[in-house]
């Protein structure tokens, strides 16, 4: 039987392009999973090896679905050969239980390691550089400017009720409320 695995990092992110690509290459079975690559206990994933047995054909678009580094990838490939399930890597092609195909697996492995490396890298010196700048704020960017929540928060002062101060700005009442606490925290 041929199975499919596709896996994304984050919830944001959209399976299609993958599912699409294990579809099109004849897998009778897909396990989808959002769930980030670096922890090796992955729900979807673990369902889908004890599953697997001999003769199957397990099926993923690129290697670093499996693993995000050499050592895990090693592992669960291996034991895939160890259980008679053949790997294929759309990207790569089919991995075989040789000493070429092992070094092959081995090269492909460090080089998907090596490439996350160098984004969380390049991520953590973006991030450094942000931070230099005078109005660097830490998370996800404020959805209402300054001049809204100023606005707001004097409408609020003038005797308006949250509702009508939502009604009329369109900031929740729970966020204006925030707002002023922060306000009179900072103050």
Do not use: W
Request: net charge positive; proline share 2%; aromatic share 6%.
């Amino acid at each position: 039987m041929k199975y499919g695995y596709a896996r994304v990092s984050t919830v944001a992110q959209d399976l299609t392009v993958q599912t699409n690509h294990l579809e099109s290459e004849g897998c009778e079975v897909i396990y989808k999973e959002k769930f980030t690559g670096t922890k090796t206990d992955r729900p979807e994933f673990n369902h889908l090896l004890s599953e697997l047995k001999e003769g199957d054909t397990l099926v993923v678009t690129k290697l670093d679905r499996l693993a995000r580094n050499t050592k895990e990838g090693i592992e669960i490939i291996e034991g895939l050969f160890g259980k008679g399930v053949k790997v294929h890597v759309l990207n790569v092609g089919l991995l075989e239980d040789t000493t070429m195909g092992k070094f092959f697996l081995q090269t492909m492995l460090a080089v998907a390691e090596m490439e996350r490396n160098m984004i969380v890298e390049r991520t953590q010196e973006g991030k450094a550089l942000a931070k230099q700048s005078a109005d660097y704020r830490e998370g996800r960017p404020r959805k209402y400017s300054k001049k809204q929540v100023d606005h707001a928060l004097g409408l609020l002062n003038e005797g308006h009720t949250y509702r009508e101060v939502e009604a009329k700005t369109g900031i929740p009442k729970r966020t204006l409320i925030r707002y002023k606490n922060e306000r009179e925290s900072a103050q």
